[in-house]
Each structure stands twice: as structure tokens, then as C-alpha cells.
């Protein structure tokens, strides 16, 4: 029997159906930081996420993408020189995209922003992609 893995958007499936008691009561093994309207886990693959709530029902998620990679001092180094990089020379959305369509990651960013953005952002790109 293989074990099930439990990533960052099984624990939004969850946490969307679910109440804020439920929800703590069925994960508090694993939960964090409990409080008022925020409940904090770190999933098996190591994100850290952050599950806002309102009048006890989900809101909305936030996570925190600190990988493996970025764990190593020497390639987070690197990968700060990165960002300073191109926050200097201001790029824009348009050669952002080209940047990672030549590293090969452009489907999965898309992937990722997808499955992180709320479906209010999801449902508003639906509806302007529609028009163009």
C-alpha cells in the first residue's frame, strides 16, 4: 500500500471543506500555529501554509515557497543575486516571460500561480482571456 502524499493543495481542498474546528480538530497533529482567523501547517513536501479564516469558514491560503534548493546557503545566495538582478533592471511581464519560456518553466509557473491564486483571480483571467 503506497502512503498518500499530502501536498499544499490537498490541505486547501480540505480546509474549503471544512469549518476552521474541523478542520484544526482532523489536522492537529500536524498543525503549527493555531490562532483566532490563521491556522499554519508545513506540508510533507515542506511549504509552509497559511490558511486564513473568516467567521470560521476558509478564506483564503497563503504559502510559503522556501525549496530545498533555496535551503542550500550557497544556491539561495545565487538565487537573491537573481531577484536583486532583475528587480535593477525593472523587467517587465512581457521579458519575464520570455525568461522563462528559455529556462523551460513556463508550464509549471503557470501550474503554480494557477493552483495558488484565489479562484476569484482564476475566474477574472477566465473571463478576460474569453474577451480577447
Not at 501536498?7 to 503549527?32: C, K, W
Not at 528559455?102 to 477566465?126: K, N, S
Amino acid at each position: 500500500m503506497t502512503k498518500l502524499f499530502r501536498d499544499v493543495d490537498y490541505y486547501i481542498v480540505q480546509a474549503s471543506n471544512s469549518t476552521q474546528r474541523e478542520f484544526e480538530l482532523d489536522f492537529a497533529d500536524i498543525i503549527e500555529v493555531y490562532d483566532t482567523n490563521e491556522t499554519t501547517i508545513t506540508t510533507e513536501c515542506g511549504r509552509t501554509l497559511i490558511i486564513t479564516w473568516a467567521d470560521n469558514y476558509f478564506k483564503s491560503y497563503h504559502v510559503i515557497y522556501e525549496t530545498e534548493q533555496m535551503s542550500n546557503g550557497v544556491d539561495r545566495g545565487m538565487i537573491l543575486k537573481v531577484i536583486d538582478l532583475l528587480q535593477t533592471i525593472e523587467v517587465d511581464g512581457e521579458t519575464m516571460q520570455y525568461i522563462l519560456q528559455r529556462v523551460g518553466m513556463e508550464d509549471q509557473m503557470l501550474r503554480q500561480l494557477i493552483l495558488t491564486a484565489t479562484m476569484d483571480d482564476v475566474l477574472c483571467l477566465v473571463e478576460t482571456k474569453n474577451m480577447l
